[in-house]
């Protein structure tokens, strides 16, 4: 089932509505939380140009796990935050099925988002690209659009990637499921972010006498 297509009408009419959900006496003060709708995965957390940037999984149309956006907050000293604009909703044919985790990263002075894009179809099957965005200077993002597909080898469950930089060379981790349904952690680098080469399996089922520890692997971190 792809997105409404009335999906950016809506996360509009919510953002409107965001100020009488914060006035609400039931809102949280301390906690992190959305508007309305369902939260997941906090993801993306970074320093950036002097302010603070935390995303996570957002559905804000029901509480179940449909229509994953990225919700995002900021803030300049950790304690007082605002909420941003969305980020990213899935309105692209290779994020139709939900905008999944991932990382926050600074690409040469550009704060860029790399997600899994999820992609479902009408027989039960699946796919997931890998994708990049930037920040534009009024703070939404522009899609760069899907930068790996899914690796051969493995089923659709291939998500979350967490990026970094080391000695000038990028490299991302990504939780996934073989085709036997055993959960792995994958290894890819990158001079660019853009051209990605496989580093084979770093974690996971077989791997370091590892026997079965689920049927995949979720957001690998490092």
């Known amino acids: 089932m792809s997105h409404p297509s009335r999906l950016p009408a809506i996360l509009q009419a919510v953002m409107q509505g965001q ?10 003060r301390w906690h992190h939380a959305p508007v309305t709708g369902l939260m997941n995965d906090p993801n993306g957390f970074i320093e950036f140009a002097g302010r603070y940037h935390l ?19 900021s803030s ?10 969305i980020a990213l909703m899935p309105d692209e044919e290779y994020d139709r099925n939900g905008c999944y985790s991932g990382s926050a990263v600074d690409s040469q002075g550009t704060l860029t988002l790399c997600y899994t ?64 349904k055993r959960g792995k952690v994958l290894l890819f680098s990158s001079a660019d972010l853009h051209e990605w080469t496989s580093q084979g399996e770093i974690a996971g089922y077989g791997i370091n006498g590892l026997d079965d520890a689920g049927y995949m692997w979720e957001c690998p971190d490092l």
């Not at 300049?76 to 604009?85: S, T």
């Open 19 to 28: 100020p009488r959900a914060l006035a609400d006496s039931h809102y949280p």
């Open 55 to 73: 995303f996570y999984q957002w559905n804000p149309l029901a509480c179940d796990h449909k229509f994953k956006c990225w919700g995002h907050w």
């Open 76 to 85: 300049a000293d950790l304690l007082h935050w605002q909420h941003e604009p």
């Open 117 to 180: 894009g999820n992609v479902k179809f009408d027989d039960g099957s699946r796919t997931a690209w890998q994708c990049l965005a930037t920040e534009n200077a009024d703070g939404t993002f522009t899609k760069l659009g899907p930068v790996l597909p899914l690796p051969e080898g493995y089923t659709g469950h291939v998500r979350d990637p967490k990026v970094w930089q080391h000695e000038g060379r990028w490299y991302m981790v990504l939780g996934a499921q073989d085709l036997q």
